[in-house]
């Protein structure tokens, strides 16, 4: 879904936070196969997370602080994770170089929570000592 805001970032100005809330992201998607065969129409696409919506907004403190929230609800979700660091690199440009190897933040991290993902994210991103 984040995906799809970007490519389309006016789909997403339809859609207020309000709208959203904070529980669409625990939301379900009905099956899509059995919708389709049972009525013959096509399945409606699941509302955008709340965080992804902040964060093409370009509200990079509120979309971090949301996507901590989500973390909570569905511990282990890579989602809340690339999106925590996504929001995290926009408002510290410095640290853009955590996004070339994000598998290395999720593995410091991931496992800890997000209590330790700015603390992880300073130490990765900062400049290796000079040799």
Known sequence: MRGALYLRPDSALDVTVADIGPRAASVAAPDAASVT??????????PPV????????GESAAAR??????????????HPLAGWLLAHTALHPGH???????????AAAAAEGPEV??????????APPPV
Request: glycine share 4%; proline share 8%; charged share 35%.
């Open 37 to 46: 065969v049972a009525r013959g129409v096509r399945p409606r696409a699941t």
């Open 96 to 106: 853009r170089r955590l996004l070339a190897r994000p598998e290395r933040f999720a």
């Open 117 to 126: 993902w700015e603390h992880a994210a300073h130490r990765l991103a900062a």
């Open 65 to 78: 602080e949301a996507y901590r929230e989500r973390w909570a609800e569905a511990p282990g979700d890579p």
């Open 50 to 57: 709340r965080a992804d919506v902040l964060l093409i907004r």
